[in-house]
């Protein structure tokens, strides 16, 4: 429950993309592949587990909270055995991690402690990254511009060719989403609390903007790299709009405090993430020269 698996396709879809835009490189390469995937899913479920400990050591997950049960706060996990947690799962990324090294290089050290530090300082640290509207930019950064470059780095080496840029953005905007609508669901606690995010800052109207946004350039990304070269075949990535387009009306119009309508919302938001990136990155190996 803890590791809350309904949110894993945030960290295997950016590793999809970036291993299919190595095989359109010609420099796929498998054992690169896995590593980045292990590392990622792992730092997930490490952010996953610090953000259960320290919410409820701030006091963002009280009774009243609408999303699923926290294993800390509903007292099934100790909060000392959830940190130690934190700490074992954390510690077998960065072992995992290290094997990266041998693929690209030392400078990959300093980027995987990035990492690993950001799943804690998302809700943990002296500047917890949730709690001042950062959030959502923490997670289009490392679910999308470092995971996905970062994939295709080890496996093709650098420069990355621009379209890879724009896949990248296309994936961390669809992963903020996750965030977005967690965030629209949990306004009400979050102020309680003084976490400040963007919906508790800006609103819900500017959530939901936001939302349909990042679903509208993540669905121009085809358009975009069809437009770079790539073949048409990279327009199947577009058969997951109505689904995304339903889940835009769908954050629209569900009502405050219909707790189980938005925990659906937010795992058919990662299923959309994963869908999309499934389609994408299909259309990425078809296209290949």
Not at 8 to 22: Q, R
Not at 114 to 136: E, I, M, N, Q, R
Request: with cysteine; hydrophobic share 55%; glycine share 14%.
């Amino acid at each position: 429950m803890a590791a809350r698996p309904r949110t894993l396709p945030a960290a295997a879809a950016p590793v999809a993309l970036g291993s299919a835009l190595a095989v359109q490189a010609g420099r796929f390469d498998a054992g690169a592949s896995g590593l980045c995937l292990a590392f990622a899913l792992l730092t997930q479920v490490g952010a996953n587990f610090a953000n259960d400990y320290f919410d409820h050591k701030k006091g963002a997950d009280t009774p009243g909270r609408l999303g699923p049960t926290r294993a800390v706060a509903a007292g099934l996990i100790a909060p000392a055995a959830m940190w130690r947690a934190t700490l074992v799962v954390l510690g077998l990324a960065f072992v995992t991690g290290c094997g990266l090294i041998f693929y690209g290089g030392w400078g990959l050290l300093v980027l995987g402690i990035a990492s690993l530090l950001a799943a804690v300082a998302y809700t943990g640290g002296p500047y917890p990254l949730g709690y001042h509207g950062l959030g959502d930019a923490g997670v289009f950064i490392f679910f999308g511009l470092v995971a996905v470059i970062g994939t295709f780095y080890v496996q093709a080496g650098w420069p990355p060719p621009p379209g890879a840029w724009v896949v990248a953005t296309g994936c961390g905007l669809l992963a903020a989403n996750i965030l977005v609508v967690n965030n629209v669901r949990d306004a009400a606690t979050d102020a309680r609390a003084g976490k400040r995010t963007l919906v508790v800052r800006f609103g819900r109207s500017f959530a939901q903007w936001q939302y349909a946004a990042s679903l509208v350039f993540a669905m121009l990304t085809p358009v975009m790299l069809w437009r770079e070269g790539d073949g048409a075949v990279v327009f199947i990535a577009l058969a997951a709009y109505p689904f995304g387009r339903w889940l835009m009306w769908k954050l629209s119009t569900l009502p405050e405090g219909d707790g189980p309508g938005f925990n659906r919302l937010l795992a058919q938001t990662a299923m959309l993430l994963a869908l999309w990136a499934g389609l994408l990155s299909a259309g990425l190996v078809l296209a290949k020269p």
